[in-house]
């Protein structure tokens, strides 16, 4: 069979946001060592059929993944089935199959063509129970969950309570899950807000207005941060940092008599000072001058994905099955340093939030101008 490349053995070091000393991560699962502790094992030594969701908030690359697990089941000789809506086809027992052709023409489209959802009923044991229920019936064996840490901690309490076997795959714009360097959606949401920021700057120049440009992030400022370098913010606020809005409006300031014209102030939308509409209003009220708010909102989580996007969505599709397929289960596929590694979701679910990045928070302000 043409199996993806496992995911490469790994030194059990590795780097944490917002810490230049490299540190020990999650215990990582290798093709030839595994950790015995809280590991899975699939009692099955032989798939004939998945099931695969997308959980949470929609992100650009998911299809890519979803994609990617298909024609991976494929080449294994596994059914791959879908459960629409996330976790509320498990509950109601609606599975559609996927064939190679029905994931065709989906690599370069955004959002995620089974749907999804939150789905607060799956907090109830009786009701994981009920959805485990239907997936026995339909003979499936394993499951696929690609989300954020939320629908992680669903898979966990299906695999614990029920011995589902599953596999996890990071997918969220805000890159806040635990265990990897890469959430799918993460880049192309960035690409879009600095697009967006290089044509805002445009009229900012032409008049001298100041703008401040939310973007999604309530408890993450990931995509803030990394938008502020790559776009040459004057300023960034994001939830993890307490601002001082009185020197942010005397940068401004002394920026303007300077003779610089357009200045962005991206702001993370959980931001402790309330937003970019607050932000703006207590930045006016220390300085005044011309200024404007640009909310991105959703428009983060459209759009076809970029090509790291979709390489990491392929290689974790994948990875996922391929995990499965050999019996391996409770584990999710992260990105660490650049390698496919597998991560114990119980690892996953256990930590809270990776740190900001306050090297990228002291690089935005050192360059701002």
């Known amino acids: 069979m043409n199996d993806v490349p496992a995911p490469a053995p790994l030194a059990a070091a590795g780097r944490q946001r917002g810490n230049p000393e490299v540190r020990a991560i999650p215990r990582v699962i290798m093709d ?8 899975q094992r699939s009692t099955v030594t032989s798939m004939d059929r998945l099931a695969i969701l997308t959980s949470g908030g929609d992100a650009p690359g998911m299809n890519a993944a979803i994609r990617a697990a298909v024609r991976s089941a494929t080449t294994h000789g596994i059914t791959m089935m879908a459960s629409p809506n996330g976790f509320m ?14 994931v065709g023409n989906q690599i370069q489209r955004g959002g995620t063509f089974i749907g999804t959802s939150r789905c607060p009923e799956f907090l109830h044991a009786d009701v994981r129970a009920k959805a485990a229920e239907n997936m026995r ?16 901690r669903g898979a966990c309490a299906l695999a614990g309570e029920q011995g589902v076997a599953v596999a996890g795959i990071p997918g969220t714009i805000d890159n806040d899950v635990y265990g990897t360097d890469h959430t799918i959606g993460f880049d192309t949401a960035v690409n ?22 939310e973007v999604m992030g309530r408890t993450s400022g990931a995509i803030a941060l990394h938008t502020a370098v790559a776009a040459g913010a004057t300023g960034v606020l994001v939830p993890e940092a307490h ?11 002394k920026s303007i008599q300077s003779g610089k014209r357009s200045h962005i102030v991206v702001v ?31 428009i983060q989580r459209g759009g076809s994905p970029t090509a790291l996007d979709r390489i990491v969505a392929a290689q974790s599709g994948a990875l996922a099955v391929q995990a499965l397929a050999a019996g391996r289960s409770g584990i999710m596929i992260g990105i660490q340093r ?16 990776p740190e900001a ?13």
Do not use: M, W
């Not at 499936?140 to 840490?149: A, P, Y």
């Open 137 to 152: 019936r339909e003979g499936i064996e394993g499951l696929v969950v690609i989300g954020g840490d939320g629908s992680f």
């Open 357 to 369: 990045r306050s090297d990228l928070l002291a690089l935005a302000q050192q360059l701002a101008g």
């Open 32 to 39: 030839e060592v595994y950790c015995a502790i809280r590991l």
């Open 243 to 253: 601002d001082d809005i009185e020197d942010l409006a005397q940068r401004i300031r």
């Open 89 to 102: 086809g498990l509950v109601h027992g609606d599975f559609q199959e996927l064939d190679d052709r029905a």
């Open 192 to 213: 879009t807000a600095v697009l967006a920021i290089d044509q805002v700057r445009d009229t900012g120049e032409s008049t001298g207005t100041t703008f401040f440009v």
């Open 268 to 298: 993370a939308e959980g931001d402790h000072e309330g937003g970019a509409f607050r932000v703006a209003k207590k930045v006016s009220e220390c300085y005044e001058h011309p200024y404007r708010v640009v909310v991105l909102g959703h």
């Open 338 to 353: 650049g390698v496919p590694v597998e991560v114990l979701l119980s690892e996953v679910v256990a930590h809270s939030h």
